[in-house]
């Protein structure tokens, strides 16, 4: 039998800080933040007309950075809740998503190990799905429909309409269409059949997911 616990785990003792759990998260983002400013120090940024590559990344990095801000003014003047035990399933998944990510959207190489550029089409539905194996309730299922609905979104939104130079799909595909047709609609295309098999896969095995039964009391007794 289960203990149902009331109430928020507070911060223990009386010292400035009131929520040490916003507090470490805050500084965390912030170091985040201040990373992905310092790599695209170099990139550059462009104009809302003529995007360039580091527009994107680094106005993100400021959102998260300032949000991160935020966490940790509300970590000396919120009550929260206090530290508690880290696990490293969360961490080592969500790196090697950003890893994968890394070397599967262009070539790479390191060493004698060599990767072909894949593109946002592989890269995108491979992270999102090592990504939300982060947390232990994640389901196969579910993450492969949400990387196929997700990733013709991106691929419309920075390959169509930003005319981002992000690769979108290995140049093997475009063979798989007429000659004729310009990159923009193999694009949209290929994003039509992705978002044509989220639905596929949804409608097909939304019958088979099992309905869960409630076997407990109101007394709280299985």
């Not at 223990?12 to 400013?37: C, K």
């Not at 919120?78 to 508690?84: C, R």
């Not at 939104?157 to 595909?173: M, Y």
């Amino acid at each position: 039998m289960s203990e149902v616990i009331s109430g928020d785990a507070r911060a223990a003792g009386g010292g400035p800080v009131r929520a040490p759990q916003s507090l470490i998260g805050g500084l965390l983002l912030i170091a985040l933040a201040a990373l992905a400013l310092y790599l695209t120090r170099d990139l550059d940024q462009g104009t809302l007309n003529a995007m360039g590559p580091a527009m994107l990344p680094r106005w993100l990095a400021i959102g998260v950075g300032l949000s991160g801000l935020a966490l940790v003014v509300f970590g000396f003047l919120k009550e929260g809740d206090a530290l508690e035990r880290w696990s490293l399933r969360g961490p080592v998944f969500v790196i090697g998503a950003i890893l994968a990510f890394a070397v599967t959207i262009r070539p790479f190489s390191f060493g004698g190990v060599a990767t072909p550029g894949l593109g946002l089409l592989v890269s995108g539905p491979l992270a999102i799905i090592l990504g939300g194996f982060a947390t232990p309730e994640a389901r196969l299922r579910d993450l492969v429909i949400l990387a196929l609905s997700l990733t013709p979104f991106c691929m419309v939104l920075f390959g169509d309409l930003l005319n981002l130079p992000i690769p979108v799909f290995p140049q093997a595909l475009t063979g798989l269409f007429p000659a004729d047709w310009s990159q923009k609609a193999v694009l949209r295309a290929t994003a039509a059949i992705m978002a044509a098999v989220a639905a596929a896969v949804f409608l097909l095995s939304r019958g088979s997911r099992r309905t869960r039964i409630d076997v407990a009391d109101h007394s709280g007794r299985i």
